[in-house]
Nanobody, 125 residues
């Protein structure tokens, strides 16, 4: 599966953005999907994830209540709705897919094997 992320940009604190990740290839509906971010000098971290099989989701504590991950299998797209953005959300955001058919939401970066290119999100104070 190949992934193409978009939707990043510059926004003021308190604003919102919606990131999109479009997949190409077959059987998108059976891949667990995740959004990750990496700020300069920091490790890549998982922000949100969504399963393919049971509707379960995962959110990092730092984004709970502000971000939402959704998937539209008919459009082969996963979204990250980001509300009430903070300067500390500034990072390059990546979407990724875990191996085909893995149930639930894998919780670690190393579990994801297909990666899109990043999209930059900058939140000004």
């Amino acid at each position: 599966v190949q992934l193409q992320a978009s939707g990043g940009g510059l926004v003021q604190a308190g604003g919102y953005l919606r990131l999109s990740c479009v997949a190409s290839g077959r059987a998108f509906s059976m891949y667990p999907m995740g959004w990750f971010r990496q700020a300069p000098g920091k490790e890549r971290e998982m922000v949100a994830g969504i399963s393919w099989n049971d509707g379960s989701t995962y959110y990092a504590d730092s984004v709970k209540g502000r971000f939402a991950i959704l998937r539209d299998n008919s459009m082969k797209t996963v979204y990250l709705q980001m509300n009430v953005l903070k300067p500390e959300d500034t990072a390059t955001y990546y979407c990724a897919a875990a191996p085909f058919g893995v149930p639930g939401v894998p919780g670690e970066v190393r579990n994801y094997v297909y990666w899109g290119q990043g999209t930059q999100v900058t939140v000004s104070s």
